[in-house]
C-alpha cells in the first residue's frame, strides 16, 4: 500500500538522524545519561549490571546503531514489524533519559523537556501501532483458531458415528423436552377448541351441507379435464423414465460399487464403534428400564384419563350437534312444505 511506502520513511527518519549524530557526537548524551546509569548500576543486580559497558558513552553508541540499523530497515520496508519493536525498545532510554522533566529546576527548561517527552510517547504509539501493523493480513492468533477449529472438524468427520450419537442423544433430549412441553399446550388448547366447537358445531353443519352440494357439482365437471390431464403427464413421465432408465441404472451401480468398497474397508471400524455404543447404550436400558418403564406408566395413566375426557365431551358435542341438525332439517322440510 502507498500510505505504508511514505509513511514508514517518514517515521523512520527521526530515528536515523538522530542516531547518526549521536555516534558523530555521543559526549552531550553520554554527560545526559551518566546519572541514570548510576542509580541503574545501584538498583540492578550484579549479574545484570556486570555485562553492561561501564563508558557511558558505549552504551550511546549501540543505542544510535539500534536506531540507524532498524530505521533503515523500517524505511525499506523489510521485517517492518521487528524493526518498529526495536525502534520503540530504543526510544524507551532515550525518552526517560534525555527528557527528564520531572528532575529540572528551572521552570522554561522543564516546559522544554516535558514538550519534548510528549513527542516521544506520541513517536512510541506510531511505532507500537506499525509493529501490530499485518497490512492486511490475518494475525497469528487468528490463524492460529482457524488452524484449531480445522483440526477439530477433521476429528469430527474421522469419527462419523461418535459424532451422529451425540447428535442423536441431544436430539432425543430435546424431542423429550418438545413432547413434554407440546402435551401440556395440546391439554389446555383442547378445551378451547371443545367449547369452540359447541359454539359453532351447528353453523359449521349447515355450511358444509351447503359448501358439500358445489363442491360435488364442480368435482362432476371437472373430473374429466383433471383425468386427461393426468393421463398426459403420466405418459410423459414414462417416455422420460424410458429415456433415462439405463442412464440412472449405471449411476447407481457405479455408486453402489463405491459405497461397496468403502462399506468394506471401514466395516471393522464402524463394527467396533458400534459394538462399543451399543453395549454402553444397553448398560443404560438395563439400569434405567425400571425407572423409564415407570414413567410410561404414570404418563400413560395421565394421558388415557384426558383422553377419556376429551372423547365423552366430544360426544357429548357431537350429539348436540346431531340433534340441532335434526332441528334444522326438520324446521327446512316443514318450511318447504308450507310453500
Known amino acids: 500500500m502507498i500510505v505504508r511506502r511514505l509513511a514508514r520513511p517518514m517515521l523512520a ?18 554527560n545526559a545519561a551518566q546519572p541514570a546509569l548510576d542509580q541503574a548500576v545501584n538498583a540492578l543486580p550484579a549479574s545484570v549490571t556486570d555485562r553492561l559497558p561501564s563508558n557511558p558513552e558505549t552504551l550511546v553508541q549501540l543505542n544510535a546503531a539500534v536506531q540507524i540499523g532498524a530505521g533503515a530497515l523500517f524505511a525499506l520496508g523489510k521485517a517492518p514489524r521487528l524493526s518498529a519493536l526495536a525502534l520503540a525498545g530504543s526510544l524507551v532510554p532515550t525518552t526517560a533519559v534525555g527528557h527528564d522533566f520531572w528532575n529540572a529546576q528551572d521552570p522554561e527548561t522543564r516546559s522544554r523537556q516535558r514538550t519534548e517527552f510528549i513527542k516521544s510517547v506520541s513517536l512510541l504509539g506510531g511505532l507500537l ?34 459424532a451422529a450419537d451425540r447428535g442423536t442423544s441431544d436430539a432425543f433430549s430435546n424431542v423429550a423436552d418438545r413432547v413434554k412441553s407440546l402435551t401440556g399446550e395440546a391439554a389446555e388448547q383442547g378445551g378451547h377448541l371443545l367449547d369452540v366447537a359447541k359454539e359453532r358445531g351447528p353453523v359449521l353443519a349447515e355450511v358444509a351441507k351447503e359448501r358439500g352440494t358445489d363442491i360435488l357439482e364442480i368435482a362432476r365437471d371437472r373430473g374429466p379435464v383433471l383425468a ?61 428400564s425400571s425407572e423409564w418403564a415407570q414413567l410410561a406408566d404414570e404418563r400413560s395413566a395421565v394421558l388415557n384419563a384426558k383422553a377419556l375426557e376429551a372423547a365423552e365431551k366430544a360426544r357429548i358435542s357431537a350429539e348436540k350437534a346431531r340433534k340441532q341438525a335434526e332441528k334444522t332439517i326438520e324446521k327446512n322440510r316443514k318450511a318447504l312444505e308450507k310453500r
Open 129 to 162: 501501532i506499525a509493529a501490530v501493523d499485518t497490512e492486511g493480513k490475518p494475525s497469528l492468533g487468528w490463524r492460529g483458531r482457524r488452524a484449531a477449529r480445522r483440526a477439530q472438524a477433521s476429528v469430527a468427520a474421522a469419527l462419523p458415528l461418535v
Open 13 to 30: 527518519s527521526i530515528f536515523i538522524a538522530g542516531g547518526v549524530d549521536a555516534l558523530r557526537n555521543p559526549a552531550p548524551r553520554a
Open 228 to 288: 386427461e390431464r393426468a393421463r398426459e403427464r403420466g405418459t410423459g413421465l414414462l417416455d422420460i423414465a424410458k429415456e433415462r432408465g439405463p442412464e440412472f441404472a449405471e449411476t447407481a451401480r457405479e455408486r453402489g460399487i463405491e459405497l461397496l468398497d468403502i462399506a468394506k474397508e471401514r466395516g471393522p471400524e464402524f463394527a467396533e464403534v458400534a459394538r462399543v455404543r451399543g453395549t454402553k447404550f444397553l448398560d443404560t436400558a438395563r439400569d434405567r
